[in-house]
């Protein structure tokens, strides 16, 4: 059966020989970053990305409050700030912890969205803006968004796009990006939400989105993402906005490949150390034992000790049921 034609609302750009680039080289970069995740879990660096993702999109609209500050009160310690500031922050770890549960198609799941976000803040949070707002720019206002009676429509008509055409998510999550910033529905917030659900719909499309820092890269490029707001606007269509995005997703992915492998050489040290020391203190102990004791599969143990085997720094004495294992206290082995 074919499958039906979209035929609504079409947000104006173009795909660009960058643009499909740039969308080849994220592809590339998904399967090293699948990779990596079936190899290892990494929860440290997940909830360190976390942090890294609401303090990028806080400090892009202003908020002062560092990583540091943020990582506390994740952890539910009592920082100084200002009261407004900690409501943002506050605000965006609510928003933020139910990131893998919002539906990126459903208009209501973004306005609890920005209720979460904008809770304490504002009195309409939750609901679309009823006065005219217009957005600076360098040199005064660079955009005056749709009036708010207009609001509602231009909202269902960009979801309905975004359920409906067949375009690829990743180009998506960038035009609904540039388009939702473009009408500005809430009175304030929009930036932080903006950026939240662009995260939203990438995740639908691969989970790992969900925890790589992509507003942490944002933020260190913002006066980029400034400059390609407004000469989108200026374009009368998004592809500016397209490009520039896709080059942030394609960096954070790099990092966050650089990072798991640091994450993961660490892990592997901790592990060659503490197996060492065990065979120091037993040195019969056998695999099955080594896997219970350090909770590791049988392929990770196996792995370490060829490893170790190679690096000269253990050997094997002997056979299965009464050998031993031989300690050296340096990579140099026994020397025969």
Known sequence: MKNKVYNGYQPPYQITTKILKLVSDISEKIADIEYIEKLCDTPKLRKKNRVR?????LQIEGNTFSEEKVTAMINGKKVIGEYREILEVEGAIKAYANLEKY????EKDLLLAHKLMMSGILTNCGNYRSGNVGIGGKDGVAHIAPPPNQVPKLMSELFDWLK??????IIKSCVFHYEFEFIHPFS?????IGRLWQSVILKS??????HIPIESIVRANQQRYYDVLEASGSAGESTPFIEYMLEMILNTMEEYIEQSQKSDQKSDQKSDQKILEIMRENPKI???ELMEKLKM???????VI?????????QRVGGLKDGRWEVFENSKGSGK
């Not at 499309?205 to 969900?210: I, N």
């Not at 060829?306 to 253990?314: A, S, T």
């Open 103 to 106: 539906n990126y198609k459903k």
């Open 306 to 314: 060829k490893k170790l085997k190679d690096e000269k720094r253990v």
């Open 53 to 57: 993702s609401i303090t990028g999109s």
């Open 188 to 192: 304030d917030g929009n930036g932080r």
């Open 297 to 303: 599969s049988e392929s990770g143990i196996k792995k």
């Open 164 to 169: 409906n055409s067949d375009e690829h998510l």
């Open 286 to 288: 056998t695999i099955y």
């Open 205 to 210: 499309y691969k989970d790992f989105f969900a």
